[in-house]
């Protein structure tokens, strides 16, 4: 079946959400020593949740509109592009702030004042369709996403089960073909 839309994940996938969460902690050194495919964030730095997510309300949105933009930003867009139409989708924390501050990261690094292409909410699978491909870093979502009738890619980090993949640009490409 072709692909008719894309939803595209923003933290972990073109949003440097890890980097920026383990420099908040002072866990900087974990960024290259991520143990393999181990996606509970807040045990990896010895915290709880809650311990884990404070000082990120604390900061409201300065923290979301201000980490950096994968390396990778521009080819995946442009991969994407010409693929199918996409939309981002995202999900907030529990700031009230983060979300405005999602949006305002989006128009920037998009290059667009007025970028109003996105989503922002937990249920990703709500929007799942035979013909819509979710990428994303996150398991839950793309097995919710899958059980739910959608097609997905699950985007390479050191979180989740293809920590091994190295060129993930290659891999979305690869992947993105299969399903066109």
């Not at 390396?71 to 010409?82: D, M, Q, T």
């Not at 996409?86 to 970028?115: G, M, N, Q, Y």
């Not at 089960?161 to 993105?176: C, G, R, T, V």
Request: with cysteine; proline share 6%; charged share 25%.
């Amino acid at each position: 079946m072709a692909v008719r839309h894309i939803l595209l994940d923003m933290d972990g996938v073109i949003a440097d959400f890890m980097g920026s969460i383990l420099e908040l902690h002072g866990q900087e050194h974990l960024a290259d020593n991520w143990p393999e495919g181990e996606a509970d964030y807040a045990g990896v730095v010895g915290m709880t949740k809650d311990e884990f997510w404070k000082p990120v309300d604390a900061l409201g949105g300065q923290f979301w509109k201000n980490f950096p933009p994968y390396p990778w930003l521009k080819e995946l867009l442009a991969v994407l592009r010409a693929t199918a139409p996409f939309t981002i989708s995202t999900s907030p924390s529990r700031s009230a702030a983060c979300a405005s501050a999602k949006v305002e990261w989006l128009r920037h690094h998009f290059d667009e004042p007025h970028f109003m292409d996105f989503m922002i909410g937990t249920q990703k699978y709500l929007l799942a369709k035979p013909d819509v491909v979710l990428v994303d870093d996150q398991h839950k979502n793309i097995d919710l996403f899958r059980e739910h009738g959608g097609q997905a890619i699950l985007f390479p980090q050191p979180w989740n089960a293809n920590f091994a993949i190295k060129d993930k640009i290659s891999y979305l490409k690869s992947e993105l073909q299969k399903l066109v």
